[in-house]
């Protein structure tokens, strides 16, 4: 029998604002977006595990306004100074640091010089993070009382509806149609985790197209057993 090749073809996630399941786990986090233009501080926080959200919700922001963004393990005197010295009428709508867990000794400094900047000159600040200020391991204690005042909005674990609701998305981003009972059956069966939502639904468009089978709630069954077995025996 010859094996069925497997072409690992791109999918097109959604990422616009209405692409966005808001549910209570994350509606607090869709308002501070939806509402940036009214924020009553300059410098906000949004922080939650990895594959929750965040990257959608700045696709959606930048998709309102222009966005400038930076990622927190490049910042460094040099790129700062740079953004500094750009005329005032280059500023953007909204500075963006990404990932700031992955804040590096080297860019403690520039990312203060930042939010002084933003507090300054009244520019629009939001930081992204998986973690908390409070779990950050920093060296400047200036940036570490800094940042634990900012306002910050956590978002949580998603709860039914929102698994629900990002199933059906993570399905449809493979162009992939299923029936309401294939994500019924899921929902009970895999870990509260974002990360592993995308990759149990990407293993089950692996196998589905590689048997050239429809994705019912057999298959879905039979994949489930096979990447448990591969888990507790691999």
Known sequence: MTEQLVFDLPQRAALGREAFWVSPSNGEAVALIDGFEAWTAPVQWLYGPSGCGKSHLACVLANQAEVLAFEAAALNEAVVADFLAAPASAAPDVMLVEGLEGLRQAGEEPLFHLLNHAKNSQTRLLLFSQIPAAQLQL?????????????????????????????????????LRVEARVVDYLLPRIERNYTAMGAIVAHIDQVALSEKRSITVPLVARVLDAMALEKNFG
């Open 139 to 175: 060296t400047l204690p200036d940036l570490s009382s800094r940042l634990k005042a900012i306002p910050a909005v956590a978002m949580h674990l998603p709860d039914d509806a929102l698994m629900r609701g990002l199933l059906a998305k993570l399905f449809a981003d493979r162009q």
